[in-house]
Nanobody, 126 residues
Framework: QVQLVESGGGLVQAGGSLRLSCAAS????????MGWFRQPPGKEREFVAA????????YYADSVKGRFTISRDNAKNTVYLQMNSLKPEDTAVYYC???????????????????WGQGTQVTVSS
């Protein structure tokens, strides 16, 4: 069982930055692929970024590539999402998720993640 708690969301102007954190409970954190997803108002949840077990493999949605950076610290059981050059279209509730699968193409699959946080709101004003 893994419990996830996101933090770091808030209101920021376009062009600004935020850093989201996701703290995980449990002793097997390093055996999970970790992902960030977001759900814009009135839209479906979508993939943002994912990181493999050791942090060496990262995956990004085209819409955030070059602006967002995902990383993890297994010693702290925490995954991060550094978001730079934020745009109004990045406004959403951001969720972190843990998936007990081999990282690769499966990181895009919402249904492959077993555990989810409660979400944190990110609002980007124009």
């Amino acid at each position: 069982q893994v419990q996830l708690v996101e933090s770091g969301g808030g209101l920021v102007q376009a062009g600004g930055s935020l850093r989201l954190s996701c703290a995980a409970s449990g002793r097997t954190f390093s055996s999970y692929a970790m992902g960030w997803f977001r759900q814009p108002p009135g839209k479906e949840r979508e993939f943002v970024a994912a990181v493999g077990w050791s942090g060496g493999s990262t995956y990004y949605a085209d819409s955030v590539k070059g602006r967002f950076t995902i990383s993890r610290d297994n010693a702290k059981n925490t995954v991060y999402l550094q978001m730079n050059s934020l745009k109004p279209e990045d406004t959403a509730v951001y969720y972190c998720a843990a998936g007990p699968f081999v990282p690769g193409s499966l990181v895009l699959r919402i249904d492959k993640y077993a555990y989810w946080g409660q979400g944190t709101q990110v609002t980007v004003s124009s």
